[in-house]
């Protein structure tokens, strides 16, 4: 009788606890974006505006808005992994630009908010990411390809500005300068796929 007891009871928690266990989970909805216990991921479109100055203004000739700056617009998309309610994250994704009368730039991001501090809507981060171009010249007819280190990263809820600087030449397409890009500021709205 002692061993029947023993099973009834231990039954008993268990039937109890997995009812508990239904009923909490209800209350709380599904939310797909989970992957770990602190841990989510998501998509996002980039929409932006970027602006580009030329290393030596003052001796540049070209430029679609002045001297030595170039501006454009760009829609891309990225794939990001990142923490509950902390700026820390890790993305990546493409993105394709145009520069009216100047380029047509091609990007691989690589999204790295380690060094972040804030939350996920408003935060400030450093080295916080990087972008690959392959950049294609209209005036030329030309391909370049380039490296882009975001220095500093502001966000505040949907909408970035990034600051960084371009390489001046990189060696997997050897060309002359027809890119002097240094200082690379974008403005980004970001929108984030439901799922």
């Known amino acids: 009788m002692y061993k029947v007891c023993v099973v009834l009871l231990c039954l008993f928690f268990s039937v109890d606890t997995s009812f508990a266990q ?60 990142g923490l509950d309610d902390l700026p820390q994250s890790i993305g990546i994704g493409v993105k394709a630009e145009h520069y009216p009368d100047a380029y047509h730039k091609f990007n691989l991001m690589i999204d790295h908010k380690i060094l972040a501090v804030g939350d996920n809507n408003r935060y400030i981060s450093a080295f916080g990411g990087t972008e690959i171009n392959f950049t294609y010249n209209l005036d030329f007819q030309a391909k370049e390809m380039h490296t882009i280190i975001y220095m500093l990263d502001l966000q505040y809820n949907q909408v970035e500005l990034k600051w960084g600087l371009q390489s001046w030449t990189d060696t997997w397409i050897p060309t002359l300068f027809i890119d002097d890009t240094f200082n690379v500021f974008k403005l980004t709205y970001k929108y984030i796929i439901p799922r």
């Open 22 to 81: 239904i009923q909490s989970s209800q209350l709380e909805p599904y939310n797909n974006r989970r992957i770990g216990p602190y841990l989510t991921q998501w998509s996002e479109l980039h929409f932006s505006f970027n602006t580009g100055l030329d290393i030596d203004l003052e001796e540049a000739d070209t430029g679609n808005v002045a001297q030595g700056i170039n501006a454009g617009f760009g829609l891309g998309y990225m794939y990001k992994i």
